[in-house]
Nanobody
Framework: VHQLVESGGGSVQTGGSLRLSCTAS????????VGWYRQAPGKKCELVAT??????????MSVKGRFTIFTIPQDPDKHTVYLQMNDLKPEDSATYYC?????????????????WGPGTLVTVSS
């Protein structure tokens, strides 16, 4: 069974840091693009980080310089993709999801045809 599991969320104060993990079970990301997304209640989804098969990364301006998506050399097949989040702000509060895609948030809605994990909740208090 192919599954994605996100973890590492929690509650922090403004300026704090968290590291999220996205672990693939039953498969590996391999050369696929991987995206981290977030969605707050009542708001549109947002792609916050992408890592391409060749290792290139991309971020929207809202998180650039604060978030880093990465994998580790000890996991060359990419079973786990991480998202380091620094200098967190209240507006970063959301449930964070990962997907083996860089375009799984269309028109503010998470693609229902994409395989999603349960997400991990991030709450940033002021």
């Amino acid at each position: 069974v192919h599954q994605l599991v996100e973890s590492g969320g929690g509650s922090v104060q403004t300026g704090g840091s968290l590291r999220l993990s996205c672990t693939a079970s039953g498969f590996s990301f391999g050369g696929s693009d991987v995206g981290w997304y977030r969605q707050a209640p009542g708001k549109k989804c947002e792609l916050v980080a992408t890592i391409e098969g060749d290792g290139r990364t991309d971020y929207p301006m809202s998180v650039k310089g604060r978030f880093t998506i990465f994998t580790i050399p000890q996991d060359p097949d990419k079973h786990t993709v991480y998202l380091q989040m620094n200098d967190l702000k209240p507006e970063d509060s959301a449930t964070y999801y990962c997907a083996a895609s860089h375009d799984a948030c269309e028109n503010g809605v998470l693609d229902p045809l994409q395989a999603w994990g349960p997400g991990t909740l991030v709450t940033v208090s002021s």
